[in-house]
């Protein structure tokens, strides 16, 4: 089955880019979830309209991206978070939220589909988190998770 992808799915691809897939994975995850639509002619239309789109707000070469990860690197981001005794927090960290903390520390405004964060987020303390900003660079820093 051939789908053109609307959203980054790992081990798979980036918006717009065309795919051939299973049957079933197609047809039961990838077009129900929205990552993806149906290959047609008229799509391909569409596809340029998505790779420009995505070309806007991505980082636009190696260099930019090293400046980022520098950036982002000597960071100090803070997250205040409402938790129980012993640190427990109620519920757990999203990267929505790891993503506002990083705009508030004073960083760079990132895609949150591109953090990688180990495991969920369940009691204050400091955990790394790293995002993928190029397919060659990764950045990594500190999140501290404080009750606040």
């Known amino acids: 089955m051939k789908i053109i992808l609307t959203q980054e799915v790992s081990g798979l ?9 299973k049957n079933g994975y197609g ?9 993806a639509i149906a290959w047609t002619k008229g ?9 420009r ?34 640190g427990r927090l109620f519920g757990s960290v999203t ?3 790891i993503v506002d903390a990083v705009k508030t520390a004073g960083g760079p405004v990132l895609d949150r589909r591109r953090l990688e964060v180990p495991g969920h987020i369940k ?6 988190v790293s995002v993928k900003l190029h ?11 404080v009750q606040g």
């Open 95 to 97: 990267p929505a939220e």
């Open 123 to 128: 009691s204050t303390g400091t955990y790394p």
């Open 27 to 35: 047809r039961n995850y990838l077009l129900p979830q929205g990552f």
């Open 53 to 86: 789109a995505r070309g806007a707000r991505e980082i636009r070469d190696l260099d930019h991206a090293n400046e980022v990860k520098a950036q982002l690197e000597g960071l100090k981001v803070s997250l205040k978070v409402r938790a129980g005794d012993g």
């Open 135 to 145: 397919p060659e660079v990764s950045a990594k820093f500190d999140l501290n998770v």
């Open 43 to 51: 799509a391909e239309k569409q596809v340029t309209l998505i790779k």
């Open 13 to 21: 691809g980036t918006p717009g880019d065309i795919v051939e897939v």
